[in-house]
Every structure is written in structure tokens, then in C-alpha cells.
């Protein structure tokens, strides 16, 4: 399949599909019992309980704080070649506050968008301006060689692939500058500049085949590509982004949702908070995995409630076109009404239940007639207006995870999602 010009991700370097007969989790996942309302989760959990991250999990710890930025003394400090400088902690952020003994949480929204190239369809901007209009915050995971001359490419040494090999494709000289200035705004804005890493190698030596070192090399890349790109570009007359991503830079979503074990082993040493990595789950509050908070896609009812899906614009697409990016023209209307009921049948499972965050990922892309944007337009104006709700970036979402007391966040994990219980018997 021959790639449509200025497209960032190649149809075959996709999402794991969630159609009942290709099941990103196990089948019991897909037919339980979701759709009835609360579930009984009993599988087995090995990832570590939140209350338990200190020396003896029955003793009272202390609250963890979210992490704080030095003493600032105003001024632009302009970093390495002049492609970052540091502006101070970035301003609009939601301020992270315990939950009061009783308190309804709030109900947490995270869009979250993989590549993050302000192309030739400029969906970068438009959902850094629905973000801004619904006073919203989103988290843009970058691709590292989206800021990297295809002319630069053989400075990309990507793990078990030649030199200059990636499964997308590079950017124009005018996408590189386009993306920098949305990227300035975004921050600016308050959103959240995650990454997705540099080549998107999914399958056979993809990051599922990747040793902890070489995972290590991808994310050092990442960094050397966004924080050298006027070196790599010649470009001398853009300013500097205003943040420096060796701060700003606190998690990620691998390529294909593959390869966390290894990559959470590698991202500790970087400082990270979270992880959007993980393959799927039900929605239930998180927890954190070797001490990272993990923020999976989510399970949602597709299709009236017939079988749960992920919560991605691929997974929509590969069970309404099998995968086809240009499916039945007719169909689009109806497709795009049951992308939205689901996501909408998502979030009210959970607000009007436990409260756990939904989480959202998708891509810059027009497949099936751009429907699947069109969907997020709608959910966007229809959830982040609502009482109690906040549209946050995953960072934020880690911000106030990290203040709520270990106790309260045990509790909350084991609600079932459509369980609405006695706060007061939850939020102690």
C-alpha cells in the first residue's frame, strides 16, 4: 500500500485490532459482562497496589508530592543549540488536591493523540484550539523524527533496523516547521508533549523484541532529534521551543502498544512518571507498574454493548472496515454514530459510576472520510462541558494521582466501573 503523501503512519504500522476474533486481551474480556453494567473483577492483578509502594503496605505512609520545578528566576535561559530553552514551570496546569474525606472524584478525560505532526490536514492546531475553546488540556505524543529532515535520516540508528529505516514517513521541511510552532502553542496552552518514540517499528523487531538498552537508545534519539532540530534543520529564524524536554518529557506510548515490560525497565532511569503503553484493560482506576503509573487504552461497549474494544480510532476502524482506511463511503454516517456511542456509553459508565478516568488515543488522520475525528469533536464538546468533569493531560492526571492517599486510591481500584458507591465510605 502505497502511502498517501504528507500521511504520517504507514496502514500496515498499526494498532493491535480488538475484533472478537483478533482480541488484544483475553477472550473473556471481550464477552464479559461490561455491558450489563458493573463487573466482577476478579483476574488476578500483578501489578503492584498502589497503597503498597512503601516499606510494609499495612503501615501509614505518607502522601507522595507531585513533583515541583527549581526556583525559576524569570528569565529565558535559551538550551544547547537553540532549539529549547527553559520558561519557567509551565502556567495553566489543574492543581493537584487531595480528595476531601467524602468527596465525589472528578471525573477525569485524557485525548490523547500518537505522532503529533502538524501535516498538511493542520489536525495538530485544530485539536490544540478545541482544547483551548472547551478549556481542556491534551497530551501529544511526538514522534522523534518528525522533527528531522529526511536529508538528516541517517542520523537514525533505530534498534534491530538499518540506518535511516522507519516504518513512516519522514516529514517535509514544511511539516518540521509547522510542527514546531504547534508545539510551542500546545505548551503554551498547557497541554502535555509526551513522545511516541522515533521509527514506529511494530511486530517482527519491534519494540516488543526490544532489550531494556534498546529502548534506551530509541528514547536517547527522541531526545537528541527534538532538542537539535535547528542544527539538523539550518533553521535560524524560528525561536526556540519554550520548554526543555529533558523536564517537560515525563512519559509515552510505545508503537503498537508494544513492549512495555522492557520499556518500563528503561524509562525509570529518565525520570518518567507514566506509561500509556499498556495494551488494554477494563476501566478501572490505575495503579502503577515498577513505580510508573500506567494509563492503558480501555475497554469500551462497541456496538450497543455486543463485545468491548479498545478505546482508539484504529480499533473502531479495523472492526468497521477490517482495517480498510477507505471504506464504504455509505457506511460513514452510521460508523461515525457508533464510534461516538461508544465512547459516549464509556464515559457514562464510569461518571455517573466509579469516576475512573477514560482514556482516549487516536491519531492525525482522515481514514473512513475523517469520521473518527469527527467522532472526537463531538465527544469532546459533549463531555468536557459537563458537571465535574475535567479534560486533562496525563501528566496532570499523574499530578493528582500522586497526592491522593494510597488507601483512598486502593479503594477506588476496586469499584466496579458502573459501581456509584457511598463516597463516604470510599474517600476516607
Known amino acids: 500500500m502505497k502511502p498517501t503523501p504528507g500521511r504520517r503512519r504507514k496502514a500496515r504500522a498499526s494498532r493491535r485490532p480488538t475484533h472478537p476474533q483478533f482480541l488484544t486481551l483475553a477472550a473473556f474480556l471481550v464477552v464479559a459482562s461490561v455491558v450489563a453494567?458493573?463487573?466482577?473483577?476478579?483476574?488476578?492483578?500483578?501489578?503492584?497496589?498502589?497503597?503498597?509502594?512503601?516499606?510494609?503496605?499495612?503501615?501509614?505512609?505518607?502522601?507522595?508530592?507531585?513533583?515541583?520545578?527549581?526556583a525559576w528566576d524569570g528569565k529565558t535561559h535559551v538550551l544547547g543549540d537553540g532549539s529549547t530553552s527553559y520558561t519557567g514551570p509551565q502556567k495553566g496546569a489543574l492543581k493537584p488536591v487531595p480528595l476531601k474525606p467524602g468527596e465525589k472524584p472528578p471525573q477525569f478525560v485524557v485525548f490523547s493523540w500518537d505522532g503529533a505532526l502538524e501535516g498538511s490536514d493542520h489536525l495538530f492546531s485544530h485539536y490544540r484550539e478545541l482544547a483551548k475553546e472547551y478549556n481542556a488540556h491534551m497530551t501529544f505524543f511526538l514522534t522523534g523524527i518528525y522533527l528531522l529532515p529526511k536529508s538528516k535520516k541517517n542520523l537514525y540508528h533505530p534498534p534491530m533496523h538499518p540506518v535511516g529505516a522507519a516504518a513512516i514517513d519522514y516529514p517535509t521541511d514544511e511539516h518540521i516547521r509547522d510542527t514546531v510552532e504547534q508545539l510551542r502553542l500546545?505548551?503554551?496552552?498547557?497541554?502535555?508533549?509526551?513522545?511516541?518514540?522515533?521509527?514506529?517499528?511494530?511486530g517482527a523487531k519491534g519494540g516488543g523484541d526490544w532489550s531494556v538498552e534498546e529502548w534506551k537508545s530509541e528514547i536517547d534519539q527522541f531526545y537528541s532529534f527534538v532538542e537539535n532540530w535547528k542544527t539538523n534543520t539550518g533553521y535560524t529564524d524560528i525561536p526556540p521551543l519554550p520548554f526543555d524536554f529533558k523536564k517537560e518529557v515525563t512519559g509515552g506510548r510505545a508503537p503498537c502498544l508494544e513492549g512495555q515490560p522492557n520499556l518500563l525497565k528503561a524509562i525509570k532511569s529518565y525520570g518518567w512518571r507514566y506509561d500509556a503503553s499498556s495494551p488494554g484493560d477494563f476501566q478501572i482506576w490505575p495503579t502503577k507498574k515498577n513505580g510508573i503509573w500506567d494509563f492503558p487504552l480501555e475497554m469500551l461497549p462497541y456496538e450497543n454493548g455486543k463485545y468491548q474494544g479498545l478505546s482508539m480510532d484504529f480499533n473502531f476502524l479495523y472492526n468497521q472496515s477490517n482495517g480498510e482506511t477507505k471504506g464504504d463511503p455509505a457506511k460513514y454516517a452510521q460508523w461515525e454514530q457508533q464510534t461516538v456511542d461508544s465512547y459516549m456509553a464509556g464515559f457514562n459508565r464510569v461518571y455517573y459510576g466509579s469516576r475512573a478516568p477514560l482514556?482516549?488515543?487516536?491519531?492525525?488522520?482522515?481514514?473512513?472520510?475523517?469520521?473518527?475525528?469527527?467522532?472526537?469533536?463531538?465527544?469532546?464538546?459533549?463531555?468536557?462541558?459537563?458537571?465535574?468533569?475535567?479534560?486533562?493531560?496525563?501528566?496532570?492526571?499523574a499530578d493528582w494521582m500522586d497526592v491522593q492517599k494510597p488507601k483512598t486510591l486502593q479503594r477506588l481500584r476496586g469499584l466496579d466501573p458502573a459501581q456509584s458507591p457511598d463516597w463516604s465510605s470510599v474517600v476516607k
Open 186 to 202: 500546545a505548551y503554551e496552552q498547557g497541554n502535555d508533549i509526551g513522545t511516541h518514540f522515533n521509527g514506529h517499528f511494530c
Open 37 to 70: 453494567g458493573s463487573l466482577a473483577l476478579t483476574r488476578p492483578d500483578t501489578t503492584a497496589p498502589t497503597a503498597s509502594s512503601g516499606p510494609g503496605s499495612g503501615a501509614k505512609s505518607p502522601v507522595p508530592k507531585a513533583t515541583k520545578e527549581p
Open 359 to 397: 482514556f482516549i488515543g487516536n491519531h492525525f488522520e482522515d481514514w473512513n472520510g475523517g469520521i473518527y475525528m469527527k467522532s472526537i469533536d463531538q465527544v469532546v464538546k459533549n463531555v468536557c462541558t459537563k458537571k465535574g468533569v475535567k479534560c486533562v493531560s496525563f501528566k496532570e492526571l
